[in-house]
């Protein structure tokens, strides 16, 4: 039959092989060609090539296997054009039929050529034929008659007998590789990888090495930096008489690449080749600019490299890799930099479980991913979803994961799976995801429609239950454990120094307490963006206080309500202003939604009354009085401020109480005063001369200078389209994109998650805009205030401190509008200096 496009290409030094065409596999090998590795034969099929063959268009694979001359054995690999899309597993040894198997008997032994005839039977019969794999056991050293009965089990399942044409069976694996790539779940799997909808795959054909015969024969894989750390090491396995990835999985029976006490290595078994290997490494590092992982395999005392990837590895280890391959000028930094995506960093702020704290293990398994967690155990990934939309946190706990259940290992804070290994997908996936995970955990029963899963001991845990998942020790604990914050090392303090050389534009945090402002420092803030100051009286005995504050009628009340906060609040401000050191410090004045700070219950009213020395009767009138029905709408932020002056007041004197006892103390602070949920100009006007009243009554009699400076928060659409009015009267302007997105919308943050994930599903919206800036409407009013508020006001100070403020693509947003800093939680800072830097780069 015709071929009327080409369909293969073989790769050669010269031959035109782009990644958008062939993949990065394909193009990754050319480059070793380049570089003189001992590549076998190898040929390429373009995407094109693959979607026609899946669409059954492309019957004539013969002229493929052709090209290899005569009774070929070959492998295919996947080639996707990013290198961590996934795809489907390698198939080797095609080729393999009766007459081949007699003929390797002959040129390489019994052993060998049965363990390669039955791998093969068994991998095309789960791959291409899709039959179960248990029905193939595993056999450690077959003989004739294990081949024969796979070829007996083959033939009784399918009615077919084993194929015995190579042509056959290529055609039979182009298919099955290239119709796995249409599959709901290799799509669902790389667009979680950040793959678009339409991401073609090649395929590559290659000669097989084959690692079994006489001489130092074998295959193995080496790297050359440890892959979890990231620093450089020979790391790898190698395994005499064994083919492609049978010397990864076999662990035990493997050999060591370096010289070991433990036992033999390659080194010492076949100095040359080792020698040689580990030139190709540093080749490949000065060449290719990447840590490569070689895959070679050694037919008969020759090298053949087969195939090099990536080094596959963690966020620490590619922090670590990327610095080093700067510091060597193997790339620049800017480079460094862009290899580094700024969400990974979370990676290496994980949590871990204090080493020191007492651990109750319930179970057990492998570490598969890194980091630990504590949550509420559910067994379903609807489940987790469902909880995680709430706000909860969860522990996804399941027999195995299947592709089906990415979103929910994406909505659980750790995954536990009583099945599976370091490479199942459970494994894979949450890696990828950077979830802690725990699988293989083999002694705990699971019984998914009960919703409980029965530990070694006979203990029942039901869904709900709060449990500790140790992805870092393979473990899981009873109840919520200690945990420790991420420790960080100096590479990735260097690689944001970098950042930070590069970036223009500001990275702040919102920090509420002492706490997140220390957290703060070492992530290295710019300062605080947002101190949310309702948020420092959320503990018991602070809260009576404040519930006696909005709750009190009489202005004597409220007045000994403020005596008791003026100091609580002068000290959280002090502690605050000294942990900042002279950086600027935003304290944004109450914004209580007034539900949030009244009991909501009977036992809860009782309480205040006790609390308040009132009747019940009383306090529940006064609730109800108060109780308003849209409370994020209703007495708010500036308009609580401008109704009952004495509160911001009080916080005012507060504030300036502390800057004077610092500055007697030596330390200069000026203080940044926000007016939170401002829309009229006349709002601020009123107050900051009632602001500069409180100042003046403090400088009164004393030589300090009590100097601040005054801004608002846009949150409401009429103050962005305000912004001119209210700019005239501003040093600074910062937009609450949290409550700017639900005015904006009309679209409560409090209730949106109920209907979110519909709107979201039917593509009503693209993303949940709580999570991902809407750029077309709230940035429309992003932009028209920052231009507007520039224009009356040239040198106004405008940021973003609502939740996007950490989030790449905002960041890039609110450059692109000239804002001069964007502020975010203390865990987002290092993401938001990375990101900044990639806006500029
Ligand atoms: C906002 O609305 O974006 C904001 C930062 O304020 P809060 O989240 O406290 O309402
Ligand atoms: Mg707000």
């Not at 007459?99 to 002959?106: D, E, G, K, P, T």
């Not at 796979?150 to 015995?164: G, K, M, V, Y």
């Not at 100091?567 to 605050?576: H, I, K, N, S, V």
Request: charge should be negative; glycine fraction near 8%.
């Amino acid at each position: 039959k015709q071929l009327t496009f080409k369909a293969f290409t073989e790769i050669t030094r010269t031959a035109t092989i782009s990644v958008g065409q062939h993949g990065g596999r394909a193009k990754c090998l050319q480059r070793l060609i380049r570089l003189d590795m001992p590549v076998p034969t190898t040929v390429a099929l373009s995407f094109e090539t693959v979607r026609r063959i899946a669409q059954g268009k492309m019957t004539d694979v013969a002229a493929i296997l052709d090209f290899f001359g005569e009774a070929p054995l070959v492998s295919v690999r996947p080639s996707a054009e990013g290198t961590d899309w996934g795809g489907p597993g390698a198939i080797l040894n095609i080729g393999m039929t009766d007459r081949r198997h007699a003929v390797m008997v002959q040129r390489r032994g019994e052993d060998a050529a049965n363990a390669i005839y039955l791998r093969f039977i068994h991998t095309y019969a789960v791959q291409v034929a899709h039959l179960d794999a248990e029905l193939f056991p595993r056999v450690p050293r077959p003989g004739r008659s294990d081949v024969a009965e796979a070829l007996r089990i083959f033939e009784s399942e399918t009615d077919e007998p084993f194929p015995q044409h190579p042509a056959e069976q290529l055609a039979g694996v182009l298919r099955s590789m290239a119709r796995a790539w249409e599959g709901t779940s290799a799509r669902l799997l790389r667009k979680a990888r950040g793959a678009p909808e339409e991401a073609g795959l090649g395929l590559v054909v290659q000669r097989m090495a084959l690692g079994v015969g006489a001489d130092e024969s074998g295959a193995g894989v080496m790297q050359f930096v440890d892959p979890t750390t990231g620093r450089g090491q020979i790391t790898g396995r190698y395994m005499s008489q064994a083919q492609g990835r049978d010397a990864l999985a076999l662990k035990h029976a493997a050999l060591y690449l370096t010289r070991d006490p433990r036992g033999p290595s390659l080194e010492e078994l076949a100095p040359e080749i080792f020698d040689r290997l580990v030139g190709l490494g540093d080749l490949a590092r000065a060449r290719l600019r990447e840590e490569m992982q070689i895959e070679f395999v050694i037919q008969e005392g020759e090298l053949a490299v087969i195939d090099a990837v990536r080094v596959p590895r963690t966020a620490r280890a590619n922090v670590e890799i990327v610095v080093a391959l700067a510091r060597d000028r193997i790339i620049p930094r800017e480079e460094a930099l862009l290899r580094v995506p700024p969400r990974s960093l979370n990676e290496l702020m994980h949590w871990q479980v204090d080493p020191a704290a007492p651990r109750a293990v319930l179970a057990g398994g492998i570490a598969a991913s890194p980091g630990a967690a504590v949550g509420r155990l559910v067994f379903s990934s609807t489940r987790a979803q469902a909880l995680a939309a709430q706000g909860e946190a969860c522990i996804l706990v399941k027999r195995e994961t299947s592709p089906d259940d990415v979103r929910g290992m994406h909505a659980a804070r750790g995954v536990l799976t009583a099945k599976g290994g370091m490479s199942s997908h459970a494994a894979v996936i949450a890696r990828g995801l950077g979830v802690p995970c725990v699988v293989g955990a083999g002694r705990i029963a699971i019984d998914r429609r009960a919703r409980e899963m029965r530990l070694a001991d006979g203990r029942i845990l039901r869904e709900g239950e709060v449990v500790t998942l140790d992805g870092s020790a393979g473990e899981v604990l009873e109840g919520a454990a200690e945990m420790l914050e991420p420790s960080l090392g100096e590479a990735f303090q260097t690689l944001l120094g970098w950042a930070d050389e590069i970036r223009d534009i500001g990275v702040r945090v919102n920090a509420d307490t002492p706490e997140d402002a220390r957290i703060a420092r070492t992530f290295r803030a710019e300062g605080i963006g947002l101190c949310r100051t309702e948020h420092m009286f959320f503990d018991d005995d602070r809260l009576t206080v404040m519930r006696e504050m909005i709750f009190a009628d009489a202005p004597e009340d409220r007045a000994d309500a403020l005596r008791q906060l003026l100091p609580m609040q002068r000290e959280d401000f002090t502690r605050l202003f000294e942990i900042m050191e002279g950086l600027p410090v935003c304290i944004r004045l109450f914004d209580p939604p007034l539900h949030e700070f009244l009991p909501s219950d009977r036992q809860g009213v009782v309480d205040l009354a006790n609390a308040l020395g009132r009747p019940v009767s009383d306090v529940q009138a006064r609730i109800d009085s108060m109780t308003e029905f849209n409370p994020m709408l209703g007495l708010r932020g500036v308009r609580l401020g401008i109704t009952v002056p004495e509160i911001y007041e009080m916080q005012v004197q507060a504030i300036f109480e502390a800057v004077i006892a610092l500055g007697e103390a030596g330390t200069q602070v000026v203080p940044e005063i926000m007016l939170p949920l401002v829309s009229a100009q006349r709002e601020v006007e009123i107050l900051q001369s009632r602001i500069e009243q409180v100042a003046a009554r403090l400088r009164a009699g004393r030589d300090a200078a009590v100097s601040y400076r005054l801004g608002v928060m846009v949150e409401t659409p009429r103050a962005a389209l305000k912004a001119h009015a209210i700019a005239e009267l501003c040093a600074f302007m910062s937009f609450g994109t949290n409550d700017l997105t639900q005015m904006t919308y009309g679209l409560s943050r409090d209730d949106a998650g109920r209907f979110m994930q519909t709107y979201v599903h039917q593509g009503v919206f693209r993303e949940d805009p709580f999570h991902v800036l809407d750029k077309e409407g709230v940035g429309e009013l992003l932009r028209i205030g920052a231009e507007r508020g520039r224009r009356a006001n040239g040198r106004i100070v405008l940021s973003i401190c609502g939740e996007h403020g950490g989030t790449a693509d905002s960041i890039a947003f609110a450059r692109d509008c000239g804002f001069d800093y964007v502020s975010c939680s203390p865990f987002r800072v290092p993401v938001a200096r990375l990101a900044a830097a990639h806006a500029v780069l």
